[in-house]
């Protein structure tokens, strides 16, 4: 791996534990605008100064992030297909690698629809795009998406989906946490970070995934929804903070969100 991949995958990964607090809020390249992510400036600004990555694609750096960040851009580069239309599978690049260089891209992120009609073209995606940033030294986040599917998320199938990804050259990958979850990270040789999905539950129970993703040995979360959906996305982010960096549990991050969301709290950086 050349210096400069090393150096870019070094600003999401920190050097110091080896795992990041991703913020995902690329969703609307297929849902639109989704619900808390209406105005992303306006969503992002306060979570940004406790986010270890930020995924998004460039519509929304070049519109709604300062240019003057200090947050590593993880740029959703593939897409083409959205919630109303007949396949999310149906992807492609929809971002030149030039483009990448152009905004400062510490990573590209591609989404894998392993089993699905549109396999062979997705994967051929990443492929292309592990060759064009190896060029220049992006790496690669490959994303296991299962579109609508979301019964597919189980540890055989989320295994074979990251060990492919990793085979075909990304280099780290984000999948969904499942029952049997460290079957998925000792069958990848990179490291795998988790979706949060839907928000769906309480922020107890997304902090227990998070924890339990930790444990089986997860390098991280790339967590969406499950922040900035909840009512109190600072405090839970700074929550999923303590149990990725800091070693905390659950109940223990979970005690420190219900301390940080009572009113008048001082939420310094
Ligand atoms: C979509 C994505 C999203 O970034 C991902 O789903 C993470 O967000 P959330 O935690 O809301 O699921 O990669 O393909």
Known sequence: ??????????????????RSVMLAADHGYFLGPTHRLEDPRQTLLPLLPFADALMVTRGVVRNCVDAGTQVPLV?????????????LANETIITAMHDAVRLNASAVAVSVFVGSQYEHQTLRNLARLVDRGTEVGIPVLA??????ELEKRDARYLALCCRIAAEFGAHFVKTYFCDGFEEVVAGCPVPVVIAGGPKSGT???ALRTAFRAIREGAAGVDMGRNV????????????????????????DAFALFTRLKQPGHLQPV
């Open 203 to 205: 922020e107890r129970d």
């Open 228 to 251: 900035w959906q909840s009512d109190h996305p600072v405090p839970m982010i700074r929550a999923l903070r303590a149990i990725v960096h800091e070693g905390a549990t659950d109940e």
């Open 1 to 18: 791996m050349d210096w400069g991949l090393r150096n870019r995958l070094s600003r999401i990964l920190r050097p110091e534990d080896g």
């Open 75 to 87: 740029l959703r580069v593939s897409g083409g297909s959205t919630v109303v239309g007949a396949d």
């Open 143 to 148: 994303v296991t998406a299962v579109g609508k």
